[in-house]
Structure formats: C-alpha cells, structure tokens
C-alpha cells in the first residue's frame, strides 16, 4: 500500500474572546491551504457545525469547492458532515459536482452527529439518528451508483429518480466515528473510517473482519490530536488556552460521547494529564507516525488541525511549516526504505 499521505483539519472558529475579523479569516485560511500543498500536504478536511456562537462553519463543501479551484493534487474532504441534517440527494448532487470540479480529488467524510441543538434546527430526532444516518447513507450511494430504482428506508427516502451528472470518479464515503458502535458501523457501510484516536485503529479492523470483510478492504483517515513543535512545550504554553477552549467546546456539544472523556477540563494541563492530547517534536512525531503506518498499512492519511479556535493563521502556519519540513518527508523517506527493505 502506499504511504500515508498528511493534510490539515479546519474548522474556521472564531471564538468571541479572541475576535477576527471573519472575512479574511476565510480568505486568509484558504490562502494557507493553497500555500501547503506546496509545502508537500496532500489533504485538507473540513468539518461542520451549526448556529455556534464561535462561528463555526456551516458550509465545509463550498470551503472545499474553493481550495478545489486553486489546487491540483490535494484531496479534499469533509470531516465530518453530519447526514442526517441534509438532504442526502443533494449531498450526493454536491459531492458529484465536487468531484467532477476537482477531477476526482473530493469524498465526502460523514458522520452520526451528536448535538442536540443542531438535530432540533434542521427538523430531526437525535434518537434517531443512527436510522436517519443509514438511511442517507443508502440514498447517497444510490445517487451516485446512477440507479433510478430509487429507495424507501425508514426514516428518508428518493423518489425512482437517475441523478445527473454522474462523477467521473465516484467520491470515497469514509465515515467519523468514536465509540464502538461508530466504528463497527464505518466497517460495514463506510469506505473507510476516520479516527479520533489511534487507539480506534485495531477496533475498527476487528470490525471489518467481523463484518465478513479483509484488512485489504479497510481504509483509515487518522486525524491528530497532536500538538507538534520544536519546543512543544513551550509551544503549549503559548496556545493551551484555545485547545482548552476546543475540547470542552466538543464536550458541551457530545462530540467525545462514549469516550470516557470527563465532562471539563480545567486547565490545560489536564487535557494533557488525560491524553486527549499528546506534544511531540519532529523526531517523536517520525517515531511514532512512522510505527503507526508500519502496524496499520491501513491508513491513507495523518491529518492534524491547521490552528486552534481563536489562534490567528499566522500562528499555525509556523506548525504548518515545521510539519512540512521536519516530519512529511523524514517519516516518508523511513517508510519508502522500509518498503525497500532498507
């Protein structure tokens, strides 16, 4: 299999107590994108909320539409939307339209969800998420598979309609999840699962094989919670608060539902103390990404957030450099010899 690949997870926050002004932060992070893939990253993810007093973005496939105008071999993808909130045909109509764009460099990373407030919004039932999310799964799948057979689920349904277009290269449906129901359900209906935690790793490949499927059917998109710099340490000191600020932001929301995550942290010492979390420096992050790849020819990409909520861009395009220089090609040159039998 082929090494991984490494990208960037964005979110566009914009928390009140360290205010910017909007519009160029959406231009300024798009321009930052734009910039890595000369830098040697391969992939940009972007994710999803909705009416979260920090401004988090609402729309991560016209983000995605927009680096996909101005690049030309980075994938990108979201991570995640939430399907049950949307209309599964026309996240099947956008997502072909994307790839199409692109040239086939988009895939459409969905999840469960878990907020309550969002579920109430958009018409749903949180309790019935799990058979909402089959549900759209299927319609998707049916769109873009150019059947006009149409489908009746038990919560959504598409009329005996054939989607036009159809993609020339059809996206990937990975699929986010967290606890083991999550991960068992990426197995069995996903084109690959995306990871909050590595440890979810071997989970999500017991499941395949449980599921009647081989390791060589499983695909993993391993997001980072790492917060990588020279001196990480004090690199922490210096951006704990807003990482502080993510995680309970995620907590308060369900994000880490089934986890074992606490329901506060305190201080970001304790986020630390937990594990949500890890510092590495370049030789720690070669060392251990390099590991990973090695146990789990699985993985497709290593992805890690671009700045934290609150942080200017300028701040994390120093990590965003350091990454490009220190870790993408020292852990692939590792992975390419041990392929050779170096």
Same mark, same amino acid.
């Given at each position: ?170 996206? +990937?449906?990975?699929? #986010?999840?967290?606890?083991?129901? $999550?991960?068992? %359900?990426?197995?069995?209906?996903? @084109?690959? =699962? /995306? ?110 957030? +671009?700045?934290?909520? #609150?942080?200017?861009?300028?701040? $994390?395009?120093? %990590?965003?450099?350091?990454?490009? @220089?220190? =870790? /993408? ?14």
């Amino acid at each position: 299999m082929p090494a991984p690949t490494f990208g960037l997870w964005y979110d566009f926050r914009n928390p009140p107590q360290w205010s910017q002004p909007i519009g160029p932060l959406y231009r300024e992070t798009i321009d930052q994108i734009v910039w890595s893939e000369q830098l040697g990253f391969r992939s940009a993810w972007f994710s999803e909320h909705h009416f979260a007093p920090d401004d988090y973005a609402c729309s991560p496939m016209i983000a995605a539409a927009a680096v996909g105008a101005r690049t030309t071999e980075m994938r990108l993808a979201t991570n995640i939307i939430v399907a049950a909130l949307h209309n599964p045909v026309r996240l099947a109509e956008d997502s072909i339209a994307l790839s199409l764009i692109t040239d086939g460099r988009f895939d459409l990373g969905v999840g469960l969800g878990y907020n309550e407030r969002e579920f109430t919004a958009f018409g749903r039932v949180r309790k019935q998420r799990p058979s909402l999310f089959e549900d759209a799964i299927a319609i998707i799948r049916a769109a873009w598979s150019g059947s006009d057979a149409g489908y009746e689920g038990k919560r959504l349904s598409m009329p005996a309609v054939r989607v036009t277009p159809q993609a020339e290269k059809t996206p +990937a449906l990975p699929i #986010g999840a967290v606890a083991p129901k $999550g991960l068992e %359900r990426a197995a069995r209906l996903g @084109d690959g =699962v /995306i990871t909050l935690s590595n440890d979810h790793c071997q989970v999500y490949l017991d499941a395949l094989v449980e599921n009647g499927k081989t390791l060589d059917d499983g695909a993993i998109y391993a997001s980072q919670w790492v917060v990588l710099a020279e001196d990480p340490e004090r690199e922490w000191a210096r951006i704990g608060e807003h990482v502080l600020y993510q995680v309970n932001k995620y907590i308060e929301w369900g994000s880490f539902e089934g986890s074992g995550v606490p329901d506060h942290f305190d201080t970001p010492q304790q986020i630390l103390d937990f594990g949500v979390y890890r510092l590495w420096d370049a030789s720690t992050a070669v060392e251990e990404l390099t590991a990973l790849a090695e146990r789990y020819p699985q993985i497709r990409d290593f992805h890690f957030w +671009a700045q934290f909520p #609150g942080e200017t861009v300028e701040s $994390g395009s120093a %990590r965003v450099q350091y990454i490009a @220089d220190n =870790v /993408i090609p020292a852990v692939q040159s590792r992975l390419e010899n041990t392929t050779a039998g170096v």
